[in-house]
């Protein structure tokens, strides 16, 4: 019988690394709980990082997002955070592997709505959020009855076409609503390149305008989140009464 060299004996079975990495999995978890605040607390927060005054126009805010990849998932999380408090989120596709690269999604929420899987993870930021969601396909036939009633459009498809069809329809039938899309934020050129601009009197668009995906030049959570960014403080500025970028 062959004996085991040193170099295999140093070599640990890969049933042992799992349950090693068990154990340390259950003592970080050991005596953990998580505390739900207030709404009062965190509105308190709130108001101590921003003032009363901001907040309230913050609180009072709707905004509907359409599209929950890297800028709509993005664009809800900041919008989250500073404690705006009525978001409706609009998409019809599940969470995809292919998303993780730059969506704030989980391996957990592999398959599921990203309605569900986002509106579940801003519930962790702030509870006490008034979130609505529709799971579908926002199209020509649908697209007035889903926007209606919306405050501030946020428009954050990854598919031109799409793209096209939803702003086009928001400044057809609806011309004063507030509406902010983005064009133009693939690969990893300078984040000087992407920028805000006003273009017409209700509609802002945010990005380079020029750089399409492509191969070697794909979406990536750097670029992709700087141009989230740029809607997501145009929705807040337009919240707080700014109108100009």
Known sequence: MREETDEEKEVP??????????????????????KILTKEEIQAALEERHSPEIQKKLSAGHVTIAGLGGLGSNVAYALAR????????????????????????FMEHLGMYKTDALKSLLLKI???????TDCVKVTEENLISLFEDAGIVCEAFDNPEAKAMLVNGILQH???KKLVSA???????????????????????CGDRVTEPGYGNGLMAPRVAICAA?????????????EEI
């Open 126 to 132: 702030n509870p006490y959020l008034d979130i609505r």
């Open 13 to 34: 079975d890969q049933k042992e690394m799992s349950q090693e990495v068990n154990d340390i999995k259950e003592k970080m978890m050991e005596g953990q709980t998580t």
């Open 174 to 176: 609806f011309p004063k």
């Open 183 to 205: 064009t133009g934020m693939a690969g990893y050129g300078s984040s000087n390149t992407i920028r805000t601009e006003h273009l017409m009197k209700n509609f802002y668009l």
């Open 82 to 105: 500073i404690g705006v408090g009525h978001l409706h989120l609009i998409d019809f596709d599940v969470v995809d592997i292919t998303n993780l690269n730059r969506q704030q999604y």
């Open 230 to 242: 740029h809607e997501a403080n145009m929705i807040t500025r337009l919240l707080l009464g700014e």
